[in-house]
């Protein structure tokens, strides 16, 4: 392999803007991958999560490396491979996994990509084999840099074992990037959405890019018992599987919304955590015989299944895409996500 260089983002603790945390650096490339099961990535699109701007902002709740790079979802080339790799060619187009410990998802341990270890917000990136997977043909750069995170939590949420069947009610709170792309996956396999938000706007894009009355919508805050919604909208039935993101704020509604035997998947909990919200939880989730059932994101076994289901569909995800941003304009990227204008997904190309 040919000498070459790359330029990547290292987090300054001592920022105090996203502008200042962010510090670029270049850096040589080994002329030698480091084993020989390993594979080189050039990137051509990153995706930005929530939980990237809480990590430069210093208020992840979980334990990061203080200069590490950034960012965990990106797409890119595969340029060299080493001896023994068997899964990739050169030319291939993949993603790495956000877990980099969870195959199978029975793994005891987690390594997340922009936390405890390095992240992708680089020109190039080298993993092992097996922590990578091919994405699908038809999708562009950016919209495969939209799976790693938002993707697979979405497809983890959703299925029930390794399919989503048609005709499922799913609620979906928010118009952040796990809900979009859960509601492109489930209008896919002929599923009824409804659709919670604060902002009237926002819940008005996404019908647009939808199909206006391909799903309905709930403001929360105009409505805020939106779980009785729930209920009148499905014909006085709950939903068979709420995406539930509020955490104690909100938790007791998504399971009072959701059918008998149906499952809340909570997924995190942006919202402030109060022990007090969960009183008579328990008897709540017996009374439903409801699945309460928690989302870490998901394995490479769930992610090479949410792929199949994508390409047998040809599942598109531009409109998910909210605003896209070149690498040298990363801190704007950051900014505009945290800013919370954004409906879907922040993307930056390369």
């Given at each position: 392999?040919?000498?070459?260089?790359?330029?990547?983002?290292?987090?300054?603790?001592?920022?105090?803007s996203f502008s200042q945390r962010l510090a670029?650096?270049?850096?040589?490339?080994?002329?030698?991958?480091?084993?020989?099961?390993?594979?080189?990535?050039?990137?051509?699109?990153?995706?930005?999560?929530?939980?990237?701007?809480?990590?430069?902002?210093?208020?992840?709740?979980?334990?990061?490396?203080?200069?590490?790079?950034?960012?965990?979802?990106?797409?890119?080339?595969?340029?060299?491979?080493?001896?023994?790799?068997?899964?990739?060619?050169?030319?291939?187009?993949?993603?790495?996994?956000?877990?980099?410990?969870?195959?199978?998802?029975?793994?005891?341990?987690?390594?997340?990509?922009?936390?405890?270890?390095?992240?992708?917000?680089?020109?190039?990136?080298?993993?092992?084999?097996?922590?990578?997977?091919?994405?699908?043909?038809?999708?562009?750069?950016?919209?495969?840099?939209?799976?790693?995170?938002?993707?697979?939590?979405?497809?983890?949420?959703?299925?029930?074992?390794?399919?989503?069947?048609?005709?499922?009610?799913?609620?979906?709170?928010?118009?952040?990037?796990?809900?979009?792309?859960?509601?492109?996956?489930?209008?896919a396999a002929g599923c009824k959405v409804i659709?919670?938000?604060?902002?009237?706007?926002?819940?008005?894009?996404?019908?647009?890019?939808?199909?206006?009355?391909?799903?309905?919508?709930?403001?929360?805050?105009?409505?805020?018992?939106?779980?009785?919604?729930?209920?009148?909208?499905?014909?006085?039935?709950?939903?068979?599987?709420?995406?539930?993101?509020?955490?104690?704020?909100?938790?007791?509604?998504?399971?009072?919304?959701?059918?008998?035997?149906?499952?809340?998947?909570?997924?995190?909990?942006?919202?402030?955590?109060?022990?007090?919200?969960?009183?008579?939880?328990?008897?709540?989730?017996?009374?439903?015989?409801?699945?309460?059932?928690?989302?870490?994101?998901?394995?490479?076994?769930?992610?090479?299944?949410?792929?199949?289901?994508?390409?047998?569909?040809?599942?598109?995800?531009?409109?998910?895409?909210?605003?896209?941003?070149?690498?040298?304009?990363?801190?704007?990227?950051?900014?505009?996500?945290?800013?919370?204008?954004?409906v879907g997904k922040v993307v930056i190309e390369?």
């Amino acid at each position: 392999m040919a000498s070459l260089t790359r330029k990547l983002y290292r987090r300054n603790i001592a920022g105090s803007s996203f502008s200042q945390r962010l510090a670029l650096h270049e850096e040589h490339i080994p002329e030698t991958l480091p084993t020989n099961t390993s594979i080189l990535i050039k990137v051509h699109a990153i995706s930005l999560n929530y939980r990237d701007a809480n990590i430069l902002n210093g208020t992840n709740p979980w334990a990061t490396k203080a200069d590490g790079i950034p960012c965990s979802d990106a797409a890119g080339e595969v340029i060299s491979i080493g001896s023994h790799v068997t899964r990739f060619k050169i030319g291939d187009r993949v993603t790495p996994l956000l877990d980099q410990k969870s195959i199978t998802g029975q793994e005891q341990e987690r390594e997340w990509l922009g936390g405890e270890v390095d992240g992708v917000l680089a020109t190039h990136l080298i993993f092992e084999q097996e922590t990578v997977v091919k994405v699908p043909d038809h999708l562009s750069w950016a919209e495969a840099a939209c799976l790693p995170n938002a993707g697979v939590t979405a497809w983890s949420a959703l299925a029930s074992g390794s399919s989503l069947p048609s005709g499922t009610t799913v609620v979906m709170q928010g118009t952040g990037g796990v809900s979009i792309m859960a509601l492109k996956l489930a209008r896919a396999a002929g599923c009824k959405v409804i659709l919670t938000s604060s902002s009237d706007e926002k819940l008005q894009r996404v019908q647009k890019f939808a199909g206006i009355g391909q799903i309905s919508t709930i403001n929360y805050r105009t409505t805020p018992n939106w779980d009785e919604e729930v209920l009148r909208l499905n014909g006085g039935v709950g939903a068979d599987i709420v995406l539930e993101t509020g955490g104690t704020a909100s938790v007791m509604r998504s399971i009072r919304a959701t059918a008998k035997r149906g499952t809340v998947s909570q997924i995190g909990y942006l919202g402030k955590q109060d022990a007090a919200d969960l009183d008579g939880l328990l008897p709540l989730v017996i009374d439903r015989t409801i699945f309460l059932k928690g989302i870490n994101v998901g394995s490479r076994l769930d992610f090479e299944q949410m792929n199949k289901l994508i390409s047998a569909n040809g599942i598109s995800f531009e409109e998910v895409i909210d605003q896209k941003y070149s690498f040298d304009r990363a801190s704007d990227a950051f900014e505009y996500l945290w800013s919370g204008k954004h409906v879907g997904k922040v993307v930056i190309e390369l």
